[in-house]
């Protein structure tokens, strides 16, 4: 069983659209993590949020932490193809321990 | 950013054979790597943690004696797959990381193992 689970697993979008990405876990983290993992290739970090209730912006990806440090979310405004990947939270404990969620496999079509 | 390499990016072997693959921190000192499998469709599971010049942490459920891992200097981890069987065929990542009071870690590129 997944300690962190994404949703939705799959999402396919036109360009242009809105889309949310969500994680949640009954688990309390020190902070969490949202990479991005093109096909054969190893993840690449896009924010790292720690204070609960915590957001951040990258361009037209916003990212939030929940207020109990469980879940986060992940909005990207205006889609492109560019953004199509798969997208992977990981929840860290002690700096040591990364749990990583199930994945949300996003494909924006021109 | 910095930059973590694997080598090989794909390897096959027979059934029965051991496969050693390499990861490298290169222009860093890799205090903590991790090495991680993925399944196809699926997210990366933690296999180990491993610190200079000490022995791996390995995960639950995940052999040691089946998958050996150095990190002898602060630059080179391996992981050495004995004994490979097809169920071991997956997608191995490593990551690295500079310190051990830091949650930022660095991915490698990945290396797919193909056990015939």
């Known amino acids: 069983t997944q300690l962190l689970e994404q949703s939705p697993q799959f999402l396919s979008i036109q360009e242009g659209e809105n889309l949310t990405v969500y994680c949640n876990s009954s688990?309390?983290?020190?902070?969490l993590q949202w990479y991005r993992q093109e096909p054969g290739e190893g993840p690449v970090l896009l924010v790292t949020?720690?204070?609960?209730?915590e957001v951040k912006k990258l361009k037209r990806l916003t990212f939030q932490f929940g207020d109990a440090r469980k879940d986060s979310s992940l909005h990207i405004t205006a889609a492109q193809p560019g953004d199509t990947g798969l997208y992977l939270c990981?929840?860290?404990?002690?700096?040591?321990?990364?749990?990583f969620g199930s994945g949300t496999k996003l494909n924006v079509k021109p | 950013g910095a930059v973590v390499s694997q080598h090989p990016s794909r390897v096959i072997c027979k059934s029965g054979t051991s496969v050693k693959i390499e990861c490298r921190s290169l222009?860093?000192?890799?205090?903590?790597m991790f090495w991680y499998r993925q399944f196809p469709k699926q997210s990366l599971m933690l296999m180990a943690t491993?610190?200079?010049?000490?022995?791996?942490?390995?995960e639950q459920g995940v052999e040691k004696d089946k998958f050996l891992i150095n990190h002898a200097s602060l630059t080179l981890s391996t992981l050495t797959v004995t004994s490979a069987h097809p169920e071991d065929s997956s997608f191995y990542i490593c990551?690295?990381?500079?310190?051990?009071?830091?949650?930022?870690?660095?991915f490698g590129p990945g290396t797919r193992l193909t056990v015939l």
């Open positions: 990551s690295a990381r500079a310190g051990t009071t830091t949650d930022t870690q660095y």
């Open positions: 688990s309390v983290f020190s902070s």
């Open positions: 949020v720690v204070t609960g209730g």
């Open positions: 990981a929840g860290v404990r002690n700096f040591n321990k990364f749990y």
């Open positions: 222009d860093f000192q890799a205090t903590t």
């Open positions: 491993s610190n200079e010049g000490s022995k791996a942490t390995y």
